[in-house]
């Protein structure tokens, strides 16, 4: 017999359950007031006797209760149950509660979703079954939604509580493994110069991680002590609680200074200039300095994939970095001036509180509000405590009772030998290309340069003893030099770290491009600013070389560089998407050679993403890696693995490579407790491949993810996520909200045309062609999907946000008897109507209309509003047949929320489409506070339950 085995004996008055495991039987008595419990024996309210050994004993304890009973009512009661149970099942044989002699059904808490809806089932049969009650069936209905949100509440639960967020490690020489992520927090981990040394020595190691907690409604820091082993990498000690003040915390190249900056959060973002701000300096465990930041600028930015983060000296004695400039101070007209007028009392502007550029400032858009638009670049010398602004810069020289117009700097780093830094500069309007700021988070075609700066005049000046003023404006250097001068877009630059040499590599592209990613080319800077192309800008995927389901490297997609690229003597370890995941690539610099890189039981179709945390001092590469079921963990992969001569037709092999660390769930909230180590996933995850319909014969197959659940009933689900953008890819990498649908329904998420990842053609190929030609590819690809996977195509749903959610509303209305429940997370619905609202109007011309003019901002004239509209969800809204949940968040400035709510009127003024609408004060477009994340998952996860 099977570990758990079922019989049921009906009764007159009860129904009573035998259960026998491991050499005993357990009865459980279950009638009208305890079913409802049903789900395992702990869970009924019934009697329950238990008897060893004689699985007879209970049988005859039955039949003596049998003829207890009057022989007429016996009769016939058992007569009428036994129809009506017959009937039931014929009527539902797939929902029918009792299965006779069923085997190793779960009671668990992880049991499930088929369990669950089995349990349910049961629940309402026999509560409709066993009693006469009118209201029995309202009743059981009314428990089952009560139990089922209790259900997705623990379930959504568990999913953000395996989620792994780390970013931008370290290991140095002294063992300090330390990082951070820009919204995520920090991580950290102390060691020894290699990470194997580390296994070997069983040394104790701190590693700092950032979880989400839904009772503060924040993202907290935990601090682990652990050991690392290798008969056990998990970690094992409990973590402490981080103080929340701390917003960075770097470490220097041999981890024997930490720089940490410290501010209060405050409440009022009017008082944001005067919040204070401290930088201390952490020598061997001691604090050797600590300084407040008050009056020479504003906050301390650390923005890894944007503005950048900051950066030691290769010596240690200074740090560089990036800060907010102060805007002018204002004062009403009647205000008497102040006697003291001194630098550290300024003259303040009569009535600008209200005047654009002076009391208020055109920032740049969605997820930067109150950060100042203007951004400067600062040294902090670590052995006087002095800081200067480097004033050698572009835009140094501009009006500072103006935040208009000048340059915005940003990503600085040292040069290994010279006093030189390199950076980026943004046009924020002082160059002629941006008299209007656009939005700048998930938007990398805004013209920039990468320049150099000489600051030995000021290291010179700021080693000397500390002045009595702040230090302001220390003398300039020689000037600066523009390093890409001839490229569009150039940004992230990074020494080649290979020699003192001076080599500096950026990504960039000479010709602009409208959409708002693109794919980039690998350039190095020589002697001033001479450039030799290592990786081009490439159209079209390679023929020859390795490939993933058939498709050859398609280019760089990538945000940044990562701050340590060199391996060896001429190889360059970069992280870029291929396709539908994010792939390690080797590239020799020499000879332009690029080898994808495979960790063990990796493949060409594989679902695994990877990307670059560091590098030891010795040339091992720290990888993280993560797929759509799989919370992220981190790989060791020795130098000389990714330095073997391999043949470039194929990738390259690490063999050697190690798993270093599992990272255990943390309860984000007190609602329900979790397993100490991470259940297994209830799905699995595919990449398929279709053929693209396109006039352009020479484009690439489109690619999806399908995530299926690993106990698919044969009438399983599907729901469609297409990604926003449109000019993004949805990847294999662990997401919460996808995680917990995924458990309950096949998932697919489909990189139509205009995805990145694809080569710059691709990308290009959407313009002009939105709701047409991505959702041709959506439809394709579900179809192939239910077909090839034998879904169920009357339970079908879609669900996406930003162009996500343009996709899902032009779906639903373009094809209105296909989708049977839709989901949408601040959908564009209506381009005409967005392009005067948003912070990128540029997108909306270049998608609609394909062309934008970054040098002279206008509004559409009415043809262009014409066809604005057309290419618009809003335009099918009479087709619109499919229930339709909106989620917006009220502080969205890319998509403004003012699209969903017509949207929601529009369809909730017609009787035939059920709506619903949830709103979000305090959220922008992203809907990635923790409290909102979690709530507008499950309730996105019920109303998928309610209508498929």
């Not at 129904?15 to 305890?34: F, G, H, K, L, Y």
């Not at 049903?38 to 004993?57: I, L, M, N, W």
């Not at 509560?127 to 623990?154: G, H, W």
């Amino acid at each position: 017999m099977g570990a758990h085995e079922y019989a049921f004996s009906l009764h007159p008055c009860n129904v009573r359950i035998p259960i026998w495991a491991e050499n005993q039987m357990t009865i459980v008595d279950c009638n009208e007031s305890n079913i409802l419990e049903f789900g395992g024996v702990s869970h009924f309210r019934g009697q329950k006797r238990t008897f060893g050994g004689d699985p007879t004993a209970p049988m005859l304890s039955s039949i003596k209760c049998i003829l207890a009973q009057p022989l007429c009512l016996v009769v016939s009661t058992m007569v009428m149950k036994l129809l009506t149970l017959l009937i039931t099942a014929c009527l539902f044989p797939t929902h029918f509660g009792f299965v006779v002699a069923s085997r190793n059904l779960p009671f668990s808490s992880s049991s499930s979703s088929w369990n669950r809806e089995q349990e349910a089932c049961q629940k309402k049969r026999m509560k409709s079954i066993m009693t006469s009650d009118a209201d029995a069936d309202a009743a059981a209905v009314s428990d089952d939604e009560t139990l089922f949100q209790k259900d997705d509440v623990r379930d959504f639960h568990h999913c953000a509580s395996a989620a792994v967020d780390l970013s931008n490690a370290h290991v140095s020489e002294s063992g300090v493994f330390t990082g951070k992520n820009n919204e995520h927090g920090t991580f950290l981990l102390a060691g020894e110069s290699t990470v194997a040394t580390l296994l070997e020595m069983h040394l104790a190691h701190q590693i700092q991680r950032s979880v989400r907690d839904w009772d503060s409604d924040k993202r907290l820091a935990y601090l682990y002590q652990v050991h690392l082993k290798q008969s056990d990498d998990m970690l094992q000690q409990p973590p402490v609680l981080l103080d929340d003040s701390i917003k960075i915390r770097l470490p220097s190249p041999s981890g024997k200074k930490i720089l940490v900056v410290k501010k209060q959060s405050g409440d009022d973002p009017a008082k944001k200039q005067q919040q204070q701000q401290s930088l201390e300096i952490w020598d061997q465990g001691s604090l050797v300095r600590r300084i407040t930041v008050q009056g020479q600028h504003g906050s301390i930015i650390h923005d890894p994939t944007g503005f950048g983060i900051a950066s030691w000296h290769p010596d240690e004695s200074c740090v560089l970095y990036v800060a907010e400039r102060l805007s002018p101070q204002t004062k009403p007209f009647w205000e008497k001036d102040a006697d003291d007028t001194s630098s550290s009392h300024p003259t303040k502007i009569p009535g600008g509180k209200h005047v654009l550029g002076q009391g208020t400032a055109e920032e740049w858009g969605e997820q930067y509000v109150g950060q100042s638009p203007l951004l400067d670049l600062y040294i902090f010398h670590v052995g006087t405590g002095r800081i200067g602004r480097i004033l050698n810069v572009p835009g140094a020289e501009g009006n500072d009772t103006t935040m208009d117009g000048g340059v915005t700097l940003g990503q600085p780093v040292w040069h290994p030998s010279e006093p030189i830094v390199a950076y980026t500069g943004w046009d924020a309007g002082g160059l002629g290309k941006m008299p209007r700021r656009l939005g700048m988070v998930y938007c990398r075609n805004r013209p920039s340069a990468v320049y150099t700066s000489d600051v030995s005049m000021l290291l010179k000046e700021l080693s000397k003893p500390k002045k009595a003023d702040p230090d302001q404006n220390v003398q300039p250097g020689k000037g600066f030099d523009v390093m890409t001068p001839d490229f569009a877009y150039a940004r992230s630059p990074q020494y080649y770290a290979a020699g003192n040499t001076g080599e500096l590599l950026v990504l960039a592209n000479p010709n602009a491009f409208v959409s708002h990613e693109g794919c980039m080319g690998l350039y190095k800077a020589m002697d001033g600013c001479v450039i030799e192309c290592i990786v081009p800008v490439i159209d079209r995927p390679s023929k020859t070389g390795p490939k993933i389901s058939g498709m050859g490297f398609p280019g760089l997609f990538l945000h940044q560089l990562p701050s340590n690229v060199s391996v060896g003597k001429n190889y360059l370890i970069l992280s870029s998407t291929w396709g539908s995941t994010l792939r390690l690539i080797r590239i020799n610099t020499d000879t332009k050679e690029i080898h994808g890189i495979h960790l063990p039981n990796d493949s060409e179709s594989t679902t695994r993403s990877h990307s670059i945390l560091c590098q030891t001092s010795s040339g091992d590469l720290l990888v993280l890696e993560t797929a759509s079921n799989q919370p992220a963990t981190i790989w060791l992969i020795p130098q000389e693995d990714l330095i073997q001569q391999h043949d470039e037709s194929s990738f390259l092999s690490t063999d050697n490579a190690k798993l270093l660390l599992e990272f255990p769930p943390i309860a984000a909230s007190t609602y329900s407790p979790i397993e100490p180590r991470q259940a297994d996933v209830q799905f699995d995850v595919q990449l398929v491949s279709l053929p693209t319909e396109d006039e352009d014969k020479t484009l690439p197959p489109t690619q999806a993810l399908i995530c299926l659940p690993k106990k698919k009933k044969k009438n399983c689900g599907l729901i469609v996520i297409p990604h926003g953008g449109p000019h993004s890819c949805s990847i294999s990498a662990y997401v919460p909200g996808f995680a917990f649908l995924a458990s309950h329904y096949a998932l697919l998420f489909p990189n139509y045309r205009g995805s990145t990842g694809f080569g710059q053609a691709a990308v290009e190929s959407l313009l002009t062609h939105i709701g047409t030609k991505d959702v041709q590819d959506v439809m394709a690809m579900t179809k192939h999907a239910v077909k090839t996977y034998d879904l169920d195509q009357s339970k079908i749903g879609i669900c996406g946000g930003s162009h996500g959610g343009f996709l899902t509303a032009h779906c639903i209305g373009q094809y209105p008897n296909f989708f049977k429940a839709a989901a949408m997370r601040n959908p564009v619905t209506n381009i005409a109507y967005m392009v005067t609202t948003t912070d990128i109007p540029d997108w909306c011309h270049a998608e609609a209309l394909g062309s934008y003019n970054f040098e002279s901002y206008r509004g559409p004239n009415a043809e262009e509003l014409s066809t604005m509209f057309a290419k618009s969800p809003i335009s099918f809204i009479s087709s619109v047949k499919t229930p339709t949940l909106i989620a917006l968040g009220m502080k969205d400035l890319r998509v403004p929320p003012s699209q969903g709510m017509e949207y929601y009127h529009s369809l909730r003024s017609s009787a035939q489409v059920e709506t619903k609408l949830l709103v979000y004060p305090e959220d922008n477009h992203a809907l990635n506070r923790v409290a909102t994340e979690a709530d507008h998952w499950i309730h996105i996860k019920q109303w998928f339950d309610q209508y498929l």
